[in-house]
T-cell receptor
Framework: GQNIDQPTEMTATEGAIVQINCTYQTSGFNGLFWYQQHAGEAPTFLSYNVLDGLEEKGRFSSFLSRSKGYSYLLLKELQMKDSASYLCAVSDSNYQLIWGAGTKLIIKP | DAMVIQNPRYQVTQFGKPVTLSCSQTLNHNVMYWYQQKSSQAPKLLFHYYDKDFNNEADTPDNFQSRRPNTSFCFLDIRSPGLGDAAMYLC?????????????FGSGTQLSVL
């Protein structure tokens, strides 16, 4: 079967750095997405990785290792507004998105 | 601004009473999706349209139907809502469905079943 694993919940302090991990087992791989979802709202696109390595976009960076079936989302200089769920999703061999259940990130002052 | 719009934002229905959720888009995207998402769970794809071609997921209950009368609009019909159908329903679009285009989501409709 196809599976995406992410921690259920993480807590971090305002101004700090946090890394949210995602591991996947899918039938084929055509890229990995990270979405942010605030409570009661729709997901919004953060990043897309298809090649190994780090993609940096402002305070957010995303890393991919295809050989390890592993990605992480790195959030720097955390702000209270970063409190949200972060969803990892993998595009499989049929370009179908396989979603993780999301990691709820709690930011404390 | 081009966007994906879902109405209503909150919908309350009674057990067994049909309900329709609507979605419109001004992005002129080919593909429209309906997802169901329950609290702290991954979004679950119900179906999607590539232009007028309808694609039903194998495990989507028959209770759920969809219509796409034109490029801009898509509807989700729940014929006989049960308590287990209470969830957030997300409409999303993408420019094409066979490439890795990111999804644009509407604000969602939170459905309650009494």
């Amino acid at each position: 079967g196809q599976n995406i694993d992410q921690p259920t919940e993480m807590t971090a302090t305002e101004g700090a750095i946090v890394q949210i991990n995602c591991t996947y087992q899918t039938s084929g791989f055509n890229g990995l997405f990270w979405y942010q979802q605030h409570a009661g709202e729709a997901p919004t696109f953060l990043s897309y990785n298809v090649l190994d390595g780090l993609e940096e976009k402002g305070r957010f960076s995303s890393f991919l290792s295809r050989s390890k079936g592993y990605s992480y989302l790195l959030l720097k200089e955390l702000q209270m507004k970063d409190s949200a769920s972060y969803l990892c999703a993998v595009s499989d061999s049929n370009y179908q998105l396989i979603w993780g259940a999301g990691t709820k990130l709690i930011i404390k002052p | 601004d081009a966007m994906v719009i879902q109405n209503p934002r909150y919908q309350v229905t009674q057990f067994g009473k049909p309900v329709t959720l609507s979605c419109s888009q001004t992005l002129n995207h080919n593909v429209m999706y309906w997802y169901q998402q329950k609290s702290s769970q991954a979004p679950k794809l119900l179906f999607h349209y590539y232009d007028k071609d309808f694609n039903n997921e194998a495990d989507t209950p028959d209770n759920f139907q969809s219509r796409r009368p034109n490029t801009s609009f898509c509807f989700l019909d729940i014929r006989s809502p049960g308590l287990g159908d209470a969830a957030m329903y997300l409409c999303a679009t993408s420019r094409v469905g066979t490439n890795n285009e990111k999804l644009f989501f509407g604000s969602g409709t939170q459905l309650s079943v009494l």
